[in-house]
């Protein structure tokens, strides 16, 4: 057999082969697709530690990247579980989740979760203090007898441990807040405080005493999931094999802006004590660096460079000053006179800047060249490089890079262009940068090619030899500023090639063809359009048919999806309405119990405005839970007699402190002749909580936020007009925004670029409830300025018989004499259970426990007839539930037991719920949380 058959058949043999072999490589991948272990990650918000914790945002941070670079090395997909720490905490001893990132290492969480063998990262800590106390210093003894702040939590331990180890005796004072703990160093309250080292603090006016140490914190695990430690653990162990300076590279991307580098040393103090401005001299007609603008202003990145840079130090009394050269060398000139302090931009090498006497910082911005040639690659070993005459930049390029090559020099970039496309030199140098603006849009130099060179150019600040202080200081806030901030800024100032008339027509000719060539076309195109109309008319009603008749068929399936979407929505509704009320129970009771006990004035206006917030939730509750409502799509106005003041005293309490920690000034006024008006006040309380919560979010703190409540003549006979008006000195609204303020999802612009969220429904569920109240709303605003809304209601005077209702019911309360019943409770919550029992006993009712409805059965049975005179019964319990119950009671054989008074008391709060109640043989029912007065309204009624 000859050597070419043989090859053949080799041939024909491998591909055969690989044919054979291909369905094994699907079945892997699609194996490999389904065994994707979901993984649930609690995900909450933490800065540049871990950002973007609500669905759809853009997430980001040292943990995210963190978990993506582990997905990397697993079969994991991530289904990210949102909240606060402390609720996704929760939900990992729970199982809830299966992973959550950040935790360091306490004996006492082993119980409730795993840690793998590796830490993800180290907190670093730092004892900071005030600026001027030079009294306090790294050494022990200073330290001595001094005040101490600190987080709690881990901070704290570390805190104690480090005056532990040094012998230092000194107050230790905690915080749940990093503003307050900065606050009290300012004020003096504390000498020291110690914060991680990545931690934001607001403060500029610190110094760092000492460095305390460190703390491992770690990807932890959920108890029930072994699987996921095991998959952890290897990921881990491949990862930092793979990237062993990652944790270092991640803290220095996300991190490294934080209180202690961001710290002035003592030169660098110095530097900004004697110098009241920065003069920054800058070479012009070199967009997107630098340049001077037609007002004479300097433009580019430079502008923007130079006052970040000392932001990010924190320095404010500096001011830069900025001047223009036409050439480096006048620039150079003007450094060494000492008429600037600095140039921008320069080669970032020691080397060529040492041969024009200066010192480079390091690098603000990597930029590259390109290298423009005509024909063939060059030969840059030895070829003839056309350089622009007064760009030191690029000649110190060159030097270094072509150092074989000749020089020849041009006035202007086109003249070094025009040199390589008329073959005078075999090459010139741009800035990458700057490129397209001579060579994407000049066609004239289309025949001209260009190659970027290997290898990043940092551009940096040239200074004098021996200005060392001021290297220091722009070395430090260059190595704090983001990588790419320069970077990002060259968009704004990319230079606009201006193409003159004549070179326009000459390289777009066909412009002047074009014209004549639409006419011939529009008129064919409209010939064969006319001929064609008839036809497709004819199709489309054919099309339109068929389509009318998908389109039945379509709705009827929508109608059966939305009724077994309305189905599961009813179910949702009951669980949330249940889940719901029973912490508030717990709220308001216990609300109620500590009001008895209180005595000092300030806590118990504490807990009436605890109880009016309660108050306030669980009417929205009710309103937005009510099934009839929601499932009808309509909504009904429930008027009673309403005291005015308590309205406007209900919704101000509900912000008067998040408006003190703002630091705005909310005031309230009323002016009314008739206090008692018939009004829907859930209705009333939701629409003006809608206003006044945007009011006091866009306003910033020292602003002002205004209610005025007014009384207006109405022209229906025993009816008022009540005008409110809540104005704000806010971030205001733009006029073109206004017409669309009341649209579903609506939000401002500058409301999105503020970093304050929301839904944007706010504004449409108040102008839905004005129209169902029948008045009306005006917004007048200016952007910033704040804004006002003017809402106007009709409201029906109340007679003096709903007054009189209204004070006989609030003078009566519990109105009626329960001492001496003794009373059997069905509740399963032990805690529910606690906060019934102390109410009924407090007004003199006996009353015995039971934990289910099963034991609530046998006490009936196991005690003698008239031993109970009621039996209050909780809905859903175990072993028997209230129903079942009370059926089971009503069954019994002694006539006495089996009529003994029944009252629902329960979180099952529907219209739906009193009617299975009441079906079920009970005789009242109480929704969840309990009011008092009608608990004890709803006994008495039954008992008589």
Known sequence: MGLKKRKQMKSVAFLLAIVLLLPLFSINVFAKTEDKKVVRVAYYEDHNFQAGASEGAIKSGYSYEY????QMHTNWEYEYVYGDFSEVYDALVNGDVDIITGLAYKEEREEFMSYPELSMGQTLYSLIKKQGRDDLTSNPKSLNGKTFGALEGPILTALQNYLNENGIDGEIITYTDLYESDRALMDGTLDVVLLESSAQSALKEIEVVDEVGANDYYVCVAKNRPDILEDLNNAQRELFHAKPRLKEELYDKWLRRNVQSATLNATEKEWVETHNEFRVGYF???????????????????KDVVPELLNTLNIDNVEPVFQGYDTYDDMLTALQAGEIDAIFPVYSEYYSAESYGITPTDGVINAYYNLVYKGDYPNTENSRIALRKSNKLVQAYAMIQFPCCEIVFCDTVQECLDAVLEGKVDLTLINGLRTPSYMLYDKKYSSLRCSQLAGNVPLGFGLSVNDGQTAEVLNHAIGLIDSDFALGQTHLYEQEYKMTTSEFLKQNWWIIVLPVMIVILVILISVIAAFRKNKKILVREAAYNKELTEKIREISNLQQEADAANKAKTEFLFNVSHDIRTPMNAITGYSQLMKKELTDPKLIEYQEKIDASAKLLLSIINHVLDMSSIESGKEHINEECTYVPDIAATIINVFEEEARKKKINLNCNIDYEHNYILCDQTKMHELYTNILSNAIKYTPAGGNVDVLIEELPSERDGYLTCRTTISDTGIGMSEEF?????????????????????TGLGMSIVKKLVDLLDGTIEVESELGKGSTFIVSLPHKIATE????QVNVSSKEGVGFALEGKHILLAEDNELNAEIAIAILEDVGVQVDWAKNGKHCLEQIENHPTGTYDLILMDIQ????????????????????KATIPIVAMTANAFEEDKKDAFAAGMNGHIAKPLNLDELFKQLADVLS
């Open 801 to 804: 018989a709903d007054i009189l």
């Open 67 to 70: 978990l993506k670079r582990l």
């Open 877 to 896: 319990m175990p072993v028997m539930n209230g129903y079942e119950a009370t059926k089971a009671i009503r069954s019994l054989a002694e006539k006495d």
């Open 284 to 302: 012009n007609t070199y967009l997107p660096y630098s340049d001077t603008d037609d007002t004479g202003n300097v433009t580019g990145i430079v």
């Open 738 to 758: 206004l017409p669309h303020i009341f649209d579903s999802f609506s939000r401002e612009r500058n409301s999105t670029t503020s970093g304050i969220q929301g």
